[in-house]
Nanobody, 115 residues
Framework: QVQLVESGGGLVQPGGSLRLSCAAS????????MGWYRQAPGKQRELVTF???????NYVDSVKGRFTISRDNAKNTMYLQMNSLTPDDTAVYYC?????????WGQGTEVTVSS
């Protein structure tokens, strides 16, 4: 089964930026659409953005214009560039398929936006 490892989270001040990475143990990004999810404390996990195999992207309204999803198929890695962060972006971020049967969830990477 494919293993997903998220990294790049941390503590950042409001208005700051972070770049998250999702490394896969196998070459999957040319085979599946993949997305970034987040789960804030006390809330359900939500899909924030995804990228299709042909490079089309989709974002929820709350992150449009601030977050950018990308991938490097050769490195089996997907990225999430997050700019203009706000406290509402505080959550654990995960990567996985946006639809259908999910791959094994990774441990996630925690993002805390606070002054």
């Amino acid at each position: 089964q494919v293993q997903l490892v998220e990294s790049g989270g941390g503590l950042v001040q409001p208005g700051g930026s972070l770049r998250l990475s999702c490394a896969a143990s196998e070459s999957i990004f040319s085979a599946y659409a993949m997305g970034w999810y987040r789960q804030a404390p006390g809330k359900q996990r939500e899909l924030v953005t995804f990228i299709t195999t042909d490079g089309r992207t989709n974002y929820v309204d709350s992150v449009k214009g601030r977050f950018t999803i990308s991938r490097d198929n050769a490195k089996n890695t997907m990225y999430l560039q997050m700019n203009s962060l706000t406290p509402d972006d505080t959550a654990v971020y995960y990567c996985n398929k946006p639809t259908g049967a999910k791959l094994n969830w990774g441990q996630g990477t925690e993002v805390t936006v606070s002054s």
